[in-house]
């Protein structure tokens, strides 16, 4: 989710991160919010997410974010078999 969390926190912190998290495609996007945004929150993230998911649908995912929620999916249907 991280293209779409970028753009949930610059809704919801004002602060765009999407230069840093390009050039630290590697690092977890939650320490870039949490050294970019002041007071940044992990539960004001989740709530603005959940916001978000009532709001759009499957397609405003990006295709690789679709991808990476079909695989996990899968993981876990295999586990609970």
Known sequence: L???LIKIAKDTFG????????EQAE??????FTNEIDQFSK???????VRWTRANELG???EV??????SLFESI????K
């Open 2 to 4: 991280r293209e779409t």
């Open 15 to 22: 602060v765009d991160v999407s230069k840093q998290a390009v």
């Open 27 to 32: 690092r977890p996007i939650v320490s870039i």
């Open 43 to 49: 539960y004001k993230l989740a709530k603005a997410y």
């Open 60 to 62: 405003a995912l990006t």
């Open 65 to 70: 974010e679709r991808s990476q929620w079909r």
């Open 77 to 80: 249907n295999r586990i609970l």
